[in-house]
């Protein structure tokens, strides 16, 4: 169990993840697609290298995300760690209409908690269904790490039984 974070049977994958992604305070490559058959651990495994790594990550399941601003307050309010409560009368970190104010609002946020550097992991579980969602909003969220920092790192889990993949991304299959 040497590196495998808990998690039996896929330790060649644990060691593949942590590989890419390095510890938290390591410039980190460009965005990492997970991908495998449905219900294969892609998810769980992600996340326990994850906090297993001591980084600061958010995990957001886009089957629950039926537009671009429920996505970004998604990840706005996980990262800030602001969610709808009474002392805050129920709102968010934000309200957030575009990708030009999510960069934004991402942009401060990691200047406040992460101005050491640190990696943002954001995780984006079912990310096959924002296909639904604008080009230009997918193709942001693909650029991040050029939009906030350079620190911050799109990790997509999504299930699919094809082994072609653009060959610009790095892809890990379960």
Request: proline content about 2%.
């Amino acid at each position: 169990m040497e590196g495998s974070c808990g998690v039996v049977g896929r330790g060649k994958e644990v060691r593949a993840l942590k590989r890419y992604m390095g510890s938290s305070q390591q410039k980190c490559y460009g965005n990492l697609f997970v991908y495998g058959t449905p219900s294969t651990g892609k998810s769980h495994v992600v996340e326990k290298v994850l906090k297993d790594s001591g980084g600061k990550y958010t995990v957001v399941n886009c089957m629950e995300m039926y537009s671009p601003r429920v996505l970004y307050e998604e990840v706005l309010n996980s990262v800030s760690g602001c969610f709808p409560s009474q002392e805050n009368m129920f709102g968010g970190y934000e309200r957030c209409e575009s990708m030009v104010k999510f960069v934004k609002h991402l942009s401060k946020i990691y200047d406040e908690q992460l101005n050491n550097g640190d990696t943002l992991y954001i995780v984006l579980d079912h990310v096959e269904r924002l296909r639904k969602f604008k080009v230009s909003d997918l193709a942001a969220i693909l650029r991040l790490q050029e939009l906030v920092c350079e620190n911050v790192l799109s990790v997509g889990a999504y299930d699919n039984n094809s082994s072609s993949h653009n060959s610009l991304y790095t892809f890990i299959a379960f």
